[in-house]
Each structure stands twice: as C-alpha cells, then as structure tokens.
C-alpha cells in the first residue's frame, strides 16, 4: 500500500514548490487536495 508513503512525499514537495513559486499557490494546493482525495478513495476500495 502505497497511500502512507505518498501523502507526506507529495505534501513535502508541494510544501517547496510554494516557497519557490509562492504564485502557484492555488495550482499547488487543487493539486494537492485532488491527489490526497484520490489515494483517499483508492485505500477505501482496497480494502
């Protein structure tokens, strides 16, 4: 199960991006939100 991993990977990139390009904010957190809620309902389908 990958969900556990890639929450805090994604959060930990989307987190630099922001201070590089804090003008992505917006992109960066859509992103973000859709990603979690995906993995989100993938853990919930697996099992």
Same mark, same amino acid.
């Given at each position: 199960?990958?969900? /556990?991993? %890639?929450? /805090?990977?994604?959060? %930990?990139?989307? &987190? +630099? $991006? +922001? $201070?590089?390009?804090?003008?992505?904010?917006? =992109?960066? @957190? *859509? +992103? =973000? $939100? +859709?990603? @979690?809620? @995906? %993995?989100?309902?993938?853990?919930? *389908? &697996? &099992?």
């Amino acid at each position: 199960m990958l969900h /556990p991993i %890639l929450q /805090p990977l994604i959060a %930990l990139i989307a &987190g +630099i $991006l +922001i $201070l590089v390009r804090p003008a992505l904010l917006s =992109y960066i @957190v *859509a +992103i =973000y $939100l +859709i990603a @979690v809620g @995906v %993995l989100g309902l993938l853990g919930m *389908a &697996g &099992g």
